[in-house]
């Protein structure tokens, strides 16, 4: 059992334990403003002392790693999180072999994440990073490591693999949205998905996991708070906390939503037989309908269309901070790095239209301002 201390106007937390040899050994932990705040980390000590992470042993890389993982991660992941911890767990393993954490410096990691760059996109490498990061400062918490190496590198990545936001300009959705308003059948409810995500911006897991009563008819919102798990079959958290909102939609929508009520199911998308389509169907029915409208885009799998809504809102004038919201991001800054493209994009012709408002700001009336240009 940890042990609690007061320490002048703070606390320390001490945890013993013997090693396989019968020798004793002690790590403490001080600091803590509240007795609360120091039995919090005394347990987190404790668990860390039976799984094997604590340790006055210089850890393999990779072991730590694994442990950190299992101890603290494995069971409040969703799979597809667990499934990307493995994987870097893999990768990690790939590139350290049996090298001890206390060997690895800056330069070491950032040689790492250089390598492990020339081949991955930046959206990976950065998710590769922020996983095995964490870690990392856990070590750090832990006392396996006197500092943070990771703290002040940065990611490399293959531009090539790096894919611009691919979206439909406002006459292509509009064109799309005609198409599939045409085709709507309750005996298809994926083109309603496609729909409500043109719509919406939500993720396809969101839609999926719909059911009736996020669905608030006379106020015309739809609440998102929870997903769907595709492999599992079931329901599981959202993507993060902020991913949990409610956003307003149009009675449009909503009229179009409450035909799939002849389904008979809890779920809104569900088919006839209570199955939801995964995202192999939403994007083969997807391609589908921008071939029959002559719409070359190679690239466009069902979650553009939530970048397809972003620049649907960006060009209607919509404030990023709303849009922030609405597609559940936890600020604002994470909405202006996914869509940096987008945003410069439409600044470029909001320029062009500032200057040429400003052409006939103080020209007499009468004058041509063709004349200033």
Request: glycine share 6%; with cysteine; net charge positive.
């Amino acid at each position: 059992m940890a042990q609690i201390i007061k320490k002048g106007p703070s606390y320390m937390v001490r945890v013993t334990w013997r090693d396989a040899d019968g020798k004793q050994h002690k790590k403490s932990k001080s600091g803590f403003k509240t007795k609360a705040a120091a039995r919090k980390a005394g347990a987190e000590m404790e668990s860390s002392k039976y799984h094997g992470v604590l340790s006055t042993a210089d850890p393999i890389f990779t072991d730590y790693y694994q442990n950190w993982y299992e101890t603290y991660k494995h069971h409040q992941s969703s799979r597809a999180t667990q499934d990307f911890y493995r994987y870097c767990i893999n990768v990690v393993n790939d590139y350290f072999g049996r090298r001890k954490i206390s060997t690895i410096d800056r330069a070491t990691y950032q040689r790492f994440l250089n390598d492990f760059g020339k081949s991955h996109s930046k959206n990976t490498a950065s998710k590769m990073n922020a996983y095995v990061r964490v870690a990392v400062k856990n070590a750090v918490l832990d006392n396996v490591i006197p500092a943070d190496f990771t703290e002040g590198t940065t990611i490399v990545w293959d531009k090539t693999r790096t894919r611009q936001v691919e979206y439909l300009n406002m006459e292509e959705i509009n064109r799309l949205v005609a198409l599939v308003k045409e085709s709507l059948s309750p005996g298809f409810p994926v083109r309603y998905m496609i729909l409500t995500a043109v719509y919406t911006g939500m993720r396809l897991s969101e839609i999926a996991a719909l059911t009736w009563d996020d669905l608030n008819l006379p106020f015309k919102t739809i609440e998102i708070s929870k997903s769907w798990d595709f492999k599992g079959r079931t329901f599981k958290d959202t993507k993060t906390k902020s991913s949990r909102r409610i956003i307003r939609v149009n009675q449009e929508l909503l009229d179009c939503l409450v035909e799939l009520k002849a389904n008979g199911h809890d779920l809104v998308f569900a088919r006839k037989d209570g199955s939801v389509c995964g995202s192999s169907s939403a994007n083969r029915t997807l391609r589908l309908f921008l071939d029959k409208l002559n719409l070359d885009k190679p690239g466009f799998h069902f979650h553009s269309l939530r970048h397809s809504h972003v620049a649907y809102l960006l060009a209607n004038g919509v404030p990023l901070y709303a849009i922030s919201k609405r597609l559940g991001h936890s600020n604002m800054t994470t909405t202006a790095n996914r869509y940096a493209y987008l945003i410069d994009e439409f600044k470029a012709r909001s320029d062009d239209q500032i200057e040429r408002a400003l052409v006939s700001l103080g020209v007499p009336d009468g004058v041509p301002t063709s004349l200033f240009l």
